[in-house]
Structures are given as C-alpha cells and as structure tokens.
C-alpha cells in the first residue's frame, strides 16, 4: 500500500493578515503536487487541552500551540496516517521541490538566527525549532515530548518565557542527543529580511555559510511583523526567481 502522508496547519480565522494567504497558499501545492492530504485547523487546534495547561498559558498562546499541535499530530497518525508534516502558517515555501521528507521517524526543523551585532558585523545563533515538525507511525519521540510539554506548561510558575516547550526545549534535547533535522526550511530574521530586499550580499552570504542547505522556503516569523519590511515585497521577492544571480545567493 502507498505511504499515506498529512501535512497539516493552524491559524486562527480569519486570517489576521492577507499575506498569511500567500504562505498557506504554497503549503497546499506543495501537498497537491505530491499527493498529499491537506488539512487546516481554525482554534479547534486548542480543543481537549487540560485545564490546567489552558490557565497557565492564558497570555502565552504560542505555548499553548506548542503543546496543541504535538496532540494533533499524534491523534492524526492514531487515525491511520503513516506520515503527518506540521508546519506553521507563516511559512512560505518558494521552491517547494526542495523540500523532502526525511527517511527518518521524526524531524525537528531548522533555526540559523541572523542578527547584526555591530554595524558591519553580523552573527548566525543555530537552533532547533518546532515550525516544521515531522512524525511517523511508531516514532519514538512524539509520545515523550508531548509528555514532556504538558507537564513543563502544567508546571511552570511565574512568567512563562516565549518557546518554553517549543525550540527552547527541542534545542536543549537536540544539543545531547541530536534530533534528525529539516535543513531546508529556515527562519527568516528581520536582519536577513532587510539584506534579501536590499541585495546585501555579504550578509546573505554569511547567511548560508552557517545553513549550507539550499532552501525551500522560509518561516516568515509573523510574531515580529512589526520589525520586518511589509510582508508583501518579502514575499514577492523570494519568489521572483529572475531576480537570484544562481549558486552566488542561499536560494
């Protein structure tokens, strides 16, 4: 029998932003052209949570989320799924046939943070992060992590610090035991963002030297929205191919 594979997103609706379109517009091709199944969950996505977790994460939705798609993830591969893809709705994938699912049982997604340190000077921080998560039939991570964020949310006490069960935690496990990882779709920095519109190839360049991989898209970091150029040049930049001079730029 064919493999059967899920990709599958969240957002609540209606979108807070019309670019969210673009990006999960390129997710559903991506799965049509690879005859995948495709499903989008409005906040639904936060129904069955325990109680106590929905308390403590009251001002913390993006922990709430954290949890909220690993249930999802494994009631979907419960269901009969031999593959579910999870990635997160401000993703755009500008050259989809890059991507490729890992012969793996699991995956954790890709972090290389550009920030300018300096004028002139810029630093790449690599992590690990949950935007793009990936599960098989009998993986042996998702029941312990989902295990594991439970009861770090039920847990917590005080101000709960952003990412706390997302790539906070997946980078500390990562850095022991070193999760197999999609390289191809990267975060995209408000410091990146700005060099991809201006051409700043030297910062692009450092850029790629610490994520090697050629990508398919980027995840568009919607939660600093405020520090980016508008979403829209972003967009319609990293999908006019024309305008790439080839091997010389990380796309």
């Known amino acids: 029998m064919p493999i059967s594979t899920l990709i599958v997103q969240s957002h609540r609706q209606?979108?807070?932003?019309?670019?969210?379109?673009?990006?999960?517009?390129?997710?559903?091709?991506?799965?049509a052209d690879n005859q995948f199944t495709y499903e989008f969950v409005d906040d639904a996505l936060f129904e069955g949570l325990p109680q106590a977790v929905l308390d403590n994460t009251s001002?913390?939705?993006?922990?709430?989320?954290?949890?909220a798609r690993l249930r999802l993830m494994q009631a979907r591969l419960d269901a009969g799924y031999d593959r579910v893809l999870w990635l997160d709705a401000d993703i755009l994938l500008f050259a989809p046939q890059r991507l490729s699912l890992p012969d793996e049982p699991f995956a954790v997604g890709r972090e290389?943070?550009?920030?300018?340190?300096?004028?002139?000077?810029?630093?790449?921080?690599?992590?690990?992060?949950?935007a793009a998560l990936f599960f098989t039939q009998g993986n042996p991570l998702l029941p312990f992590y989902q295990h594991a964020a439970e009861a770090l949310l039920v847990r917590h006490d005080g101000d709960m610090v952003p990412q706390l069960a997302g790539p906070k935690f997946l980078t500390l496990l990562h850095n022991a035991i070193a999760f197999p990882v999609i390289e191809s779709v990267g975060m995209l920095s408000p410091r990146l963002a700005y060099a991809l519109l201006a051409d700043e190839f030297a910062v692009i360049d450092a850029f790629r030297r610490r994520h090697p991989?050629?990508?398919?898209?980027?995840?568009?970091?919607?939660?600093?929205?405020?520090?980016m150029p508008p979403m829209k040049e972003i967009i319609d930049?990293?999908?006019?191919?024309?305008?790439?001079?080839?091997?010389a730029l990380l796309i």
């Open 14 to 31: 209606p979108l807070p932003e019309a670019w969210l379109g673009d990006c999960i517009a390129s997710v559903r091709r991506y799965a």
């Open 59 to 67: 001002r913390r939705l993006s922990a709430r989320s954290d949890l």
């Open 112 to 130: 290389c943070w550009l920030t300018e340190t300096e004028p002139g000077r810029v630093r790449c921080s690599r992590a690990v992060h949950n």
């Open 213 to 227: 991989e050629r990508l398919a898209g980027f995840n568009l970091c919607a939660s600093l929205a405020g520090e």
């Open 237 to 247: 930049r990293l999908q006019d191919r024309t305008r790439w001079p080839g091997e």
